[in-house]
């Protein structure tokens, strides 16, 4: 078990990535607490884990406090935090996004990051180190149509990253993202994709693997990131995204 006793707190843990992170987790002996604002999916994923479940709006940097302080109170200590919980908004430029969606996409997408981050970071100094893995995404490394407050908050969370591994590496404290490409999450905008040949076809041709992703797949890489097995890994991104990122397409057969 490569996470025994291990105490693992997961935002956005309720459903997708983060619930699939916290199945794996628990699998190789972590106690997993889920905290998210989807309280039926949220409980149900922390029974089926044997774990707890408190509900949180990561937006709201006191709800990410209390979280944190019920985790310690519970087990006495904090040595993994899964930043998953994220809103990626409506599909807009920025000419057409208001003020408000601007703000609330970025209050879940980076503010939610640093708000967990610093209270589980405050409660890791006392034990001697720990571990962050934050899902940001390939909308954050390389930009995207109508989702401009999502890849600046994925963004951000990259720089966010380096400057926390620099300020806590000497307290034995890692840091790193995990950057999905298209995973097969349930999320609405992807069911609704998946409903739609010509998008599927152009999000095919968009990843070298020709298929889009499992959660279970990015949970593989966070339980390598948050493992011991990472120990001298830190300030990192790691592309899980079936090659999107590696280059433009090959070009059609006629051509070769
Ligand atoms: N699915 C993809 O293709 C994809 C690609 C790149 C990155 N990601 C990232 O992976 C992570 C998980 O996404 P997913 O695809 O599994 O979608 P998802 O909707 O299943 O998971 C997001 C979770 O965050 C929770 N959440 C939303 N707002 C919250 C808030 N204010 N406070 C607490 N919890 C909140 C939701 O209830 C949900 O459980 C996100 O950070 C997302 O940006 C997903």
Redesign the pocket.
């Known amino acids: 078990m490569r996470l025994l006793d291990k105490v693992a707190l997961i935002?956005?843990?309720?459903?997708?990535?983060?619930?699939?992170c916290a199945r794996r987790f628990a699998d190789e002996g972590a106690h997993v607490i889920i905290?998210?604002?989807?309280e039926q999916?949220?409980r149900h994923t922390a029974e089926v884990c044997r774990g707890r479940f408190i509900t949180?709006?990561?937006?709201h940097a006191e709800?990410c406090r209390q979280a944190v302080a019920e985790t310690v109170a519970c087990y006495g200590r904090l040595d993994i935090l899964i930043?998953?919980?994220?809103?990626?908004g409506g599909y807009h430029d920025v000419a057409a996004m208001t003020p408000e969606e601007w703000r609330t996409v970025l209050?879940?997408?980076l503010d939610?990051v640093f708000y967990c981050s610093k209270y589980a970071v405050q409660e890791m100094l006392k034990t001697g180190g720990g571990a962050i893995v934050t899902?940001?995404?390939?909308?954050g490394m390389i930009g995207a149509a109508g989702h401009a407050a999502?890849v600046a908050g994925?963004s951000a969370l990259f720089g966010l990253t380096r400057s926390m591994a620099i300020d806590f590496g000497k307290n034995g404290i890692r840091v790193n993202t995990i950057?999905?490409?298209?995973?097969?999450?349930?999320?609405?905008d992807?069911e609704r994709l998946k409903r739609d040949p010509n998008m599927m076809r152009f999000w095919r041709d968009m990843t070298v693997l020709d298929r889009?992703?499992h959660?279970d797949e990015?949970a593989a890489a966070a339980l390598f990131l948050a493992s011991d097995e990472a120990s001298y890994i830190t300030g990192q991104n790691l592309a899980v995204d079936g090659g999107w990122t590696i280059g433009h397409p090959p070009p059609p057969r006629s051509f070769t």
């Open positions: 935002t956005g843990g309720a459903t997708g990535i983060g619930a699939a905290a998210d604002i989807n999916a949220g949180t709006d990561v937006g709800q930043n998953a919980a994220a809103h990626l209050s879940v997408t939610g899902i940001a995404s390939v909308e999502y994925k950057s999905p490409g298209i995973i097969d999450s349930g999320r609405p992807i889009m992703g959660p990015v």
